[in-house]
């Protein structure tokens, strides 16, 4: 189970989840439910699920699924026996650790994996994709082209000059 708020799946994530189905038959993309109330939000909650479907509509291994409540409650009930978390750097980390040991502590039969993208990724998240989204900038390397095109429905462009 591959927990978050996807807001939205950016190409990090998705690095995240293609080296995750190296190591494990199936993945559940599994949204936060909690963070849609976040008032920064880019994409509410359906939309992000929708767009995850769409990014992953050709790959039978990836589900994707919401949750509320805690993780480690939905990760037992839908059978997932990992949690994989993305480490970008050592800001990450103080943060991810302790949710790991949390969770370990909630539920030790679930073992919490942390994975690292690849180097261009590691500066990326969904906030600053959606703060340079939301200013009209270019995040084509940044995200898949259903997530770019949903972005510019969103925050649709400037006019020239304007
Ligand atoms: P959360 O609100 O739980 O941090 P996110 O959707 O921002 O949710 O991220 C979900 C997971 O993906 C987290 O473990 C986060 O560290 C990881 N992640 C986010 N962006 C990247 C990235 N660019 N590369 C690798 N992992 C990432």
């Excluded at 409650?73 to 050592?90: M, T």
């Excluded at 690849?118 to 270019?138: K, P, Q």
């Amino acid at each position: 189970m591959y927990p978050g708020s996807f807001d939205p799946i950016t190409l990090g994530h998705h690095d995240i989840v293609l080296r995750s189905l190296r190591l494990v038959d199936r993945v559940i993309v599994a949204v936060a439910e909690t963070a849609t109330q976040e008032k920064r939000a880019l994409f509410d909650l359906d939309e992000r699920i929708e767009l995850l479907e769409d990014v992953y509509r050709d790959e039978p291994r990836v589900t994707i699924a919401s949750f509320r409540g805690l993780l480690v409650d939905f990760a037992r009930a839908a059978d997932a026996s990992i949690i994989i978390r993305g480490l970008r750097a050592v800001s990450d980390f103080e943060y991810e650790f302790q949710m790991a040991l949390m969770n370990r502590s909630l539920s030790p039969d679930i073992e919490v994996i942390f994975m690292t993208p690849a180097n261009r990724y590691t500066f990326l998240s969904s906030s600053l994709v959606r703060e340079v989204a939301r200013l009209n900038g270019d995040v084509s390397a940044f995200v898949h082209p259903i997530v770019l095109e949903a972005i510019k429905r969103r925050v649709p462009a400037k006019e020239a000059g304007g």
